[in-house]
C-alpha cells in the first residue's frame, strides 16, 4: 500500500489558488457594487435635474406670460415689456416671486462673481416648498415651508436693434448689464433675452440646469 503524504510544494499551491480565488470573487463583487452605486447615484441626480429642469422653463414661460398679457391688456404699445425689465433699469437678474395667485419677478442685484463666474448659491435665490407643495422664492420663507435643493436665477436682458451711423439696421444686439441705445428719440428694445438658471449641490457635485430664450416685441 502506497501511504505517499503530499509534499510542501503542493499544500502551498493549494493556499496559492485559493487565496487567488478569493481576491478575484471579492474584485467582482466589489464592482458590481460600485456599478450598483453609481447607477443608484445618477438615477438620483437624473430626477432631480428633471425637477431642476421644469423650474428653469417655468422662469422663461412667466416672461412668455407676461409679455403676453402686457399685448392683451390697455397698456400703451411701448409697455410691452412692463414686468420684464427693472423700472430703475440697472437689475437685470430676478426672483420669481407670488402673492397669492399673482406671480411675477422681482429684481435683485446679479450673485457675486466667484473664482470667475457667477455664484448661484446665493441664499436670497434658493427655492423653497410651501405646504401645499408649490415652489418659490422670497427672502422671508413662509412658516412651515420647506427650503429646496434649488437655487434659481432668472436674467433679463434687452436685445437691442443695432444701428450704424445713428440709423437703426437689421441687426439684433445683446447688452447684458446695459440697456438699448435711443436711436432718433426712438427706443431700439426690440426683445428681452431670459435666461433661467437652476442650479443644486448633489452627491458632492455641483450641477446646474440653464434654459435661454430670446422673447421678441412681435406687435
Known amino acids: 500500500t502506497d501511504y505517499r503524504l503530499p509534499t510542501i510544494g503542493e499544500n502551498g499551491q493549494t493556499m496559492i489558488e485559493l487565496l487567488a480565488a478569493i481576491f478575484i470573487i471579492s474584485l467582482a463583487l466589489i464592482s458590481a457594487l460600485a456599478l450598483a452605486t453609481s447607477n443608484l447615484k445618477n438615477q438620483a441626480i437624473g430626477a432631480t435635474r428633471l ?3 421644469n423650474l428653469a422653463r417655468e422662469g422663461i414661460e412667466l416672461a412668455r406670460n407676461i409679455r403676453d398679457t402686457n399685448w392683451l391688456s390697455d397698456l400703451p404699445p411701448e409697455k410691452w415689456n412692463f414686468g420684464l425689465r427693472d423700472p430703475g433699469g440697472t437689475l437685470h437678474c430676478a426672483l420669481i416671486a407670488s402673492a397669492g395667485v399673482q406671480i411675477s419677478f422681482s429684481f ?3 450673485p ?22 408649490a415652489f418659490y422664492q ?34 439684433i444686439l445683446e447688452t447684458p448689464d446695459g440697456e438699448c441705445p435711443v436711436v432718433n428719440n426712438d427706443p431700439t428694445t426690440i426683445g428681452v433675452r431670459v435666461t433661467s438658471i437652476v442650479a443644486w449641490k448633489q452627491g458632492g457635485s455641483a450641477h446646474s440646469v440653464v434654459l435661454a430664450q430670446d422673447l421678441m416685441n412681435w406687435r
Do not use: H, W
Not at 441664499?123 to 423653497?128: H, I, L, Q
Not at 415651508?145 to 434687452?158: A, C, V
Open 51 to 53: 425637477t431642476a429642469s
Open 108 to 110: 435683485q442685484t446679479c
Open 112 to 133: 457675486a462673481i466667484e473664482n470667475g463666474q457667477l455664484d448661484y448659491f446665493n441664499p436670497k435665490y434658493r427655492v423653497y416648498r410651501s405646504d401645499d407643495g
Open 138 to 171: 422670497t427672502a422671508q420663507p413662509l412658516e412651515g415651508s420647506k427650503p429646496m435643493l434649488f437655487y434659481q436665477t432668472t436674467r433679463l436682458d434687452p436685445v437691442c436693434l443695432g444701428s450704424v451711423g445713428g440709423q437703426p439696421v437689421n441687426e
